[in-house]
């Protein structure tokens, strides 16, 4: 890590991302129609983010909170990738078009156990479903 990402963030109180919206807002009250209300919803001018979160690792950290899945195996992470591809679409389609995005997180095991070539593919899909600010 740098040094001054260190002085930079060491002391900022940042949002810690495990899962959105954040488990005591699960509810089973929650259903598809009132998540497709919330993404026809926002607000079409208002700066989004994108939280994507991949529940498998190829080892468990000692500092691990998060929901994942320890495997040694790629299918898992092929099948799921398959289905968060599905859901991008998703998203993207029932939301403001294109929607406004600055800020991207991956979560979960996305930054180890995704293989390169399908990290730049979802990462290219994002590009093309959502309208990504220069900042971004
Ligand atoms: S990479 Fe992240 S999700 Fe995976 S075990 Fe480590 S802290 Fe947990």
Same mark, same amino acid.
């Given at each position: 890590? @740098?040094?001054?990402? #260190?002085?930079?963030?060491?002391? *900022? ?7 959105? !919206? +954040?488990? +005591?807002?699960?509810s089973?009250?929650?259903?598809s129609?009132?998540?497709?209300? /919330?993404?026809?919803? #926002? ?8 939280? #994507?979160?991949? !529940?498998?690792?190829?080892?468990? $950290? /000692?500092? $691990?909170? $998060?929901?994942?899945?320890?495997? *040694?195996?790629? @299918?898992? %992470? ?12 998703? %998203?993207?389609?029932r *939301? +403001?078009q ?8 991956? %979560? ?5 156990? &995704?293989? !390169?070539?399908?990290? &730049? ?5 994002? #590009? ?9």
């Amino acid at each position: 890590m @740098q040094p001054s990402a #260190l002085q930079k963030y060491g002391e *900022a109180r940042l949002p810690r991302y495990t899962s959105y !919206p +954040p488990s +005591p807002e699960f509810s089973p009250t929650v259903g598809s129609d009132t998540y497709a209300a /919330w993404l026809s919803g #926002l607000p079409s001018a208002a700066p989004a983010s994108l939280y #994507l979160h991949v !529940p498998f690792c190829r080892s468990m $950290c /000692w500092y $691990c909170g $998060c929901h994942t899945t320890i495997t *040694a195996k790629d @299918q898992p %992470v092929v099948e799921y990738l398959d289905l968060l591809r599905k859901e991008i679409d998703m %998203v993207a389609t029932r *939301a +403001p078009q294109p929607l406004p995005v600055d800020r991207v997180h991956f %979560v979960g095991g996305t930054p180890t156990i &995704v293989a !390169p070539a399908d990290f &730049v593919a979802l990462t290219d899909l994002l #590009l093309d479903r959502f309208g990504f600010a220069d900042a971004a």
